[in-house]
């Protein structure tokens, strides 16, 4: 299994970036796939997540109106979408596979304690003017 991330960078408040992150190894229209993001000296943050199938979709208080999170099922890519980008947002960014399906994890459109069985090596998003 393999997620490679890519699409990061750096950019002014307010800007935007997408992330792509390309997966192999697995039956990607299978699984439930997530964003999570890390900064130094902090725990891990889950971001958004969507289902197998696309059409169930989470996201952290923090990105929530900012954010959107797309598959494309036939490229076996996972998306985000990052507009009105804040210097809080800078951090590695990361795609993931939940070892459960996100209705393990998620009641209503709150999400918690994702645990992960596979993860990319991340890709380093920095907001700063």
């Known amino acids: 299994v393999q997620l490679v991330e890519s699409g990061g960078g750096m950019v002014r408040p307010g800007g935007s970036l997408r992330l792509s992150c390309t997966t192999s190894g697995f039956t990607f229209s299978a699984y439930d796939l997530a964003w999570a993001r890390k900064v130094p000296g902090k725990d891990p943050e889950w971001v958004s997540a969507?289902?197998?199938?696309?059409?169930?979709?989470y996201y952290a208080d923090s990105v929530k109106g900012r954010f959107t999170i797309s598959r494309d099922n036939a490229k076996d890519t996972l998306y985000l979408q990052m507009n009105s980008l804040k210097p809080e947002d800078t951090a590695l960014y990361y795609c993931?596979?939940?070892?459960?399906?996100?209705?393990?994890?998620?009641?209503?459109?709150?999400?918690?304690?994702?645990?992960?069985?596979?993860w990319g090596q991340g890709t380093q998003v920095t907001v700063s003017s």
């Open positions: 993931a596979r939940p070892g459960n399906r996100l209705s393990y994890y998620c009641l209503g459109d709150v999400c918690n304690n994702l645990q992960y069985d596979y």
């Open positions: 969507i289902n197998a199938a696309g059409y169930r979709i």
